[in-house]
């Protein structure tokens, strides 16, 4: 084996399953943010970690909301996806902008996405600043799937995405 | 959409990056543990975050000793990860009876493995309680890659492990 720089060794992390995190502020007024580092992290109780960017404006939202929704986009929303990822919702409305549908969650104030394979509606229980992101830690309280058969978004790097059964 | 359990959700995660985490005790003998549940968590500095069952002898040590290698196995090794997933380190000496190849780290005392696509060294900069398992966040300090071309593994779900590129 021979020594790399860290970013070369992460190069063999693909493929990596990216999510869309839908937040929203003291005014109900909802973004979505794309994120490829995110993991179960507890089975009793369920709960999921995500890995949010200090300078994000989802950062800011998801801290003082405490709770988001995790969605797991179809491959038909590449391009939202791409969308939700290269814009800031300082500036853009997200939602318009995609088109994607907001769908009401029972126990928590960001939407589903009607559009997305699975969402989890999810309130924070614990966070760990880990140095340019904070790892969230959201118990699960309600999922969904999709009632038609839609295949997940995978990125497999290098600026290729498939869906998942290939 | 419909509601499911929140294990239904999960299995749309597939595919999954499946890694191998070595640890070791005060003496210096070495264990190995396969763990579904990891993600890069900061890129200045570099870190990777894992989560590790409570109840796994593994938890003790890489608590205990603040330290542990983050490997990526090929798709070759999934005799190796498969042993390493269904026996504990209290038992057996996982390094002897798969027959994998420590190799000295540079800065940490928990060996690489040498059959591995990646190998990262990690000291424990932070660590976090989620429920039945815990968040260890690791600061990587050094990382490696094979010489060969080799296929990393990853979980398809329903028992199906493939090696990436497919």
């Known amino acids: 084996m021979k020594e790399v720089p860290v970013d070369e060794a992460w190069e063999r992390k693909y ?21 490829g580092w995110n993991m179960p992290t507890s089975s009793v109780p369920p709960t999921v970690a995500i890995s949010v960017g200090l300078e994000n404006h989802s950062h800011r ?5 405490g709770e988001f929704v995790l969605c797991f986009p179809s491959i038909e929303m590449l391009d939202e996806v791409m969308y939700c990822g290269t814009h800031s919702g300082r500036d853009v409305n997200k939602f318009k902008e995609t088109g994607l549908t907001p769908v009401r969650a029972r126990h928590v104030r960001p939407p589903l996405i009607a559009e997305a394979v699975v969402n989890m509606e999810c309130r924070i229980v614990g966070q760990h600043r880990t140095g340019d992101h904070t790892i969230f830690v959201g ?15 995978f990125n497999l790097g290098q600026d290729r995405y498939e869906g998942f059964p290939w």
Chains 1, 2 share one sequence.
């Open 139 to 153: 118990e699960i309280l309600a999922a969904y799937v999709s009632d038609e058969e839609r295949r997940v978004l």
């Open 61 to 65: 939202l998801i801290s003082e909301a």
């Open 15 to 35: 493929p990596e399953r990216t999510v869309l995190v839908v937040s929203c502020d003291s005014e109900g007024k909802a973004n979505i943010i794309t994120l």
